[in-house]
């Protein structure tokens, strides 16, 4: 039987959607380079991150730890673009 899927290093790209504006340091800070940052309709949607899902968790984490609500974290297809 091959683990190579649980054993192997993983990187997806994610998107997250929060409620209100988020403070574009932060986002600097927590987000590795390449991400896309837009706003809309009294929404934050932090698209192209790339980690894997420690990484995620770690992330969504520290939202949490600063009282930021997160309405969606999606997993992006490869065809799909950034917004």
Known sequence: MNNNAF???HSDR???IIKGVMDEEFIRDYCAP???LTYRE???T???IHTDQAGMVGLIRQLHNLG???LA???QSEMEGTE
């Open 14 to 16: 994610y998107r997250i």
């Open 46 to 48: 932090l698209s192209n």
């Open 42 to 44: 009294g929404r934050t």
């Open 34 to 36: 390449g991400f896309t």
């Open 7 to 9: 054993t192997q290093p």
């Open 68 to 70: 930021v609500t997160v």
């Open 73 to 75: 974290v999606e997993l």
